[in-house]
């Protein structure tokens, strides 16, 4: 059992919730069960390193049985240990690294996607891995984060997908003309979501929807730049019907993710 919260391979651990630890090893940092779980049963190998506290382990049996059934050893480390590993402030008793593993833009284009989501200078960490979970629920075909987006690999990011990271091709790229471009050249057309856009309702009773799509979604606070608006085929805005002020991104992508799901469900 590893129990010197201090030990050099327990900071080694630790370090991966840095960008530059985790740029300079591969590796990222991934929390708890459900997360681990997802790892252990979709790409199990990714997973470098597995530690649980003997508490954990028990509660969660069905990863220490699958983690046997590929040959990967659960480490246990004392709960002081877990905590120095830990990027949150109440770790559930289970962590593990992993190799990073972005899918290239050829990639998933050459998969002729119908639906993608790129990201374009989306900060927040919450944000981007519910966009991430969303854009899985809703059957889209991968995530393409811009250069200016937040490090897809960030545990906040991580965990806020709940595993769907491991479920979705998601590629990161420098520059959006670039994407936008590539991405026009496969047939799809670009949907900004942007408040200056048609309504919704609207692009749903028109056919808009219906075309192979990928949705821009810009920054949180500014949206997207003129420059990078003008690269859209069309602009979309939820409505809002009632007092709210705004419309958070995550919540504001998700329905304009299922509403093209619907759309080709029904095409």
Not at 53 to 59: C, G, R
Request: aromatic share 6%; proline share 5%.
């Amino acid at each position: 059992m590893i129990d010197n919260p201090r030990s050099p391979r327990v900071r080694g651990v630790a370090k991966l919730a840095k960008r530059d630890a985790r740029s300079q090893t591969g590796f990222f940092l991934l929390e708890g069960p459900q997360a681990v779980t997802e790892a252990l049963t979709y790409r199990s190998e990714l997973l470098v390193e597995l530690f649980a506290t003997p508490t954990a382990l028990d509660k969660y049996p069905e990863i220490a049985r699958i983690a046997d059934e590929i040959g990967l050893e659960v480490e246990f480390v004392t709960e002081d240990v877990l905590d120095s590993m830990a990027d949150t402030v109440t770790p559930q008793g289970i962590i593990a690294v992993c190799k990073q593993f972005p899918t290239s833009l050829k990639d998933i284009l050459a998969g002729e996607p119908k639906l993608i989501a790129i990201l374009e200078e989306v900060r927040d960490p919450g944000n981007a891995g519910t966009i991430i979970r969303a854009a899985d629920a809703a059957g889209a075909d991968a995530i393409i984060l811009t250069g200016r987006s937040v490090d897809l690999y960030n545990p906040k990011v991580v965990r806020s997908t709940t595993g769907s990271i491991f479920h979705i091709p998601v590629a990161i790229a420098a520059d959006l003309e670039t994407v936008i471009e590539k991405v026009k050249g496969y047939g799809l057309q670009i949907l900004a979501a942007d408040i200056k856009g048609a309504d919704l309702l609207e692009a749903r009773t028109s056919g808009v929807l219906d075309k192979p799509t990928a949705w821009l979604f810009g920054n949180e606070a500014r949206g997207l730049s003129d420059e990078h608006f003008a690269l859209a085929d069309s602009a979309i805005t939820v409505p809002i019907y009632g007092q709210a002020e705004s419309m958070n991104l995550s919540t504001a992508a998700s329905v304009c993710l299922y509403e093209s799901a619907f759309a080709h469900k029904l095409a």
